[in-house]
């Protein structure tokens, strides 16, 4: 098997790709049987498209369709998620299959106000051109459900209580309203902005459910989702190698690279944040920090640039920068100009590619001067092939 971003050929049972970190396909997703999983089902339906279809001519009526169905797909895609069938007007899909993600509740709210965001911007060109808007509901649960992803389809047929739940919610929201499950709520950690609407008793369960109306989706950093003011323990050898490390390229020995590896919860993001707090006196160093993302609109070197931009803002960055005269003060200006046109401006990589390379070893290394530099990025088994390639340089 190879990998689905870099094409590195894969070990048996890996997890994530040992040359890029791309999660692999799990071999258990892939088997053409039936399972049991945790996902998160959506539905999306337009509300009053009766009184739409008396406006519209049919053919009319029917490119509309298709460009709401297409707006919403890419909503669902871009999150990760699976359209996974068109029913009348409605669009379902689920995240969680053919691949798991921890964070798929989060993702499948993140799509659902996104779908929001988009219909916005049709409405905006229905309106000017056919003089109509349209209106949508959704649902969205998470739970267990049994899912048949035979490959061969392309298609992950899931089917069960999860799913019909999600489409009762649907039905039971307003037009604009976001109506989610419980086990949505909880999974999607605390920072999920909701209000409550009462048990509602869905059609064709005999219990009540209690649902929510989604208004926002707070901020996704690792302090906030996870606990970290529990009091930390141990891991004093770890933060010794780091300090080690740190010493080490200070004294002169050149840029180094670091690697904190283990299992997802095992506490490196902890680590890392508790030894920068730790780091102080007068040679401390310039920090910047960054994050990859598992999903989301951003630059392919979003991560790096944060970093970078994160040091270069710092008092002692613009005192050695500025402080650059004669030749070696045009050169900072221009990378720096370079930069900023590219990578410092929207985390895309500036073409050609070297350049931006030797314009960063040029602001960095003149930064490094005054006091050591370090880049700290989190999550980088999301890392983009491109980040690196140009972190490994
Ligand atoms: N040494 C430690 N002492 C106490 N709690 C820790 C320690 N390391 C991690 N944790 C806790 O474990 C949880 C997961 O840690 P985190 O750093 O987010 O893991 P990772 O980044 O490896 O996925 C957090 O709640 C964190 O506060
Ligand atoms: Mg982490």
Known sequence: MNCTSCRHELPAAARFCPSCGTPCPSPVAAAPEDERKLVTAVFCDLVGSTALSGLLDPETLRTVTLRYFAVMSEQIEAHGGTPEKFIGDAVMAVFGVPVM???????????????????????????????????????????????????????????????????????????????????????????????????????????????????????????????????????????????????????????????????????????????????????????????????????????????????LGSPVAREALDGASGRSGAAVADAWALLRGGLLHDGTPNAPFEDMCAALVTVLSRTAGRRPVLLVIDDWHWAEPLLVRTVNR
């Open 101 to 311: 993600r921890e964070d798929d509740a989060r993702r499948a709210l993140a799509a659902a106000l996104g779908m929001r965001e988009a219909l916005a911007v049709l409405n905006t060109e229905l309106e000017a051109t056919l003089g109509i808007r349209l209106d949508i509901r959704i649902g969205v649960n998470t739970g267990q459900v049994v899912a048949s992803s035979d490959a061969s389809t392309r298609q992950a047929l899931i089917s069960g209580e999860t799913v019909n739940v999600a489409a009762r919610l649907e039905q039971n929201a307003a037009a604009g309203e976001i109506l989610i499950g419980p086990q949505t709520l909880e999974a999607a950690g605390p920072t999920v902005v909701v209000r409550e609407t009462g048990p509602l008793r869905l059609k064709g369960k005999t219990d009540s459910v209690h649902a929510y109306r989604l208004i926002a989706l707070g901020a996704d950093d690792p302090e906030l989702l996870r606990r970290f003011d529990v009091p930390f323990i141990g891991r004093a050898a770890e933060r010794a190698a780091l300090d080690e490390a740190l010493e080490h390229t200070a004294r002169g020995a050149g840029p180094g690279l670091v690697r904190l590896v283990g299992d997802a919860g095992i506490g490196k993001t902890r680590l890392a944040r508790e030894w920068l707090t730790g780091l102080d006196g007068p040679g401390r160093p310039v920090v910047g920090t960054g994050r990859c993302r598992s999903y989301g609109d951003h630059g392919t070197l979003a991560p790096l640039a944060d970093a970078v931009r994160e040091v």
